[in-house]
């Protein structure tokens, strides 16, 4: 069973910045394929970034530009920057972790709280 473990959540103003970090136990991270989810009040959880585990990214298009996502493959780590936040991108976010050798399984993590506000 992996196991997913966010950090790096907060509160901050818009505008401002922060880095999530999403730490996988387990040896096989450098087969996982990484995403991060994030899920607003009232509202269905959406994928905001993915990372291979070739290192391709993609990101929605409500976060191009501004958000960046990115792996360590020796701290088992993935990371989202995110940059020139605004009040939308309050939501609880959510690390997400598939294998690229088996396409029935996928690990969640608990989640982060971003809260974006003056």
């Known amino acids: 069973q992996v196991q997913l473990v966010e950090s790096g959540g907060g509160l901050v103003q818009p505008g401002g910045s922060l880095r999530l970090s999403c730490a996988a136990s387990?040896?096989?991270?450098?087969?996982?394929?990484m995403d991060w989810y994030r899920q607003a009040p009232g509202k269905e959880r959406e994928l905001v970034a993915t990372?291979?585990?070739?290192?391709?990214?993609n990101y929605a298009d409500s976060v191009k530009a501004r958000f960046s996502i990115s792996r360590d493959n020796v701290k088992h780590t993935v990371y989202l920057q995110m940059n020139s936040l605004k009040p939308e991108d309050t939501a609880v976010y959510y690390c997400?972790?598939?294998?690229?050798?088996?396409?029935?399984?996928?690990?969640w993590g608990q989640g982060t709280q971003v809260t974006v506000s003056s």
């Open positions: 387990g040896s096989m991270f450098t087969f996982f394929h």
């Open positions: 997400h972790a598939r294998p690229n050798y088996d396409g029935n399984l996928n690990y």
């Open positions: 990372i291979s585990s070739g290192g391709s990214t």
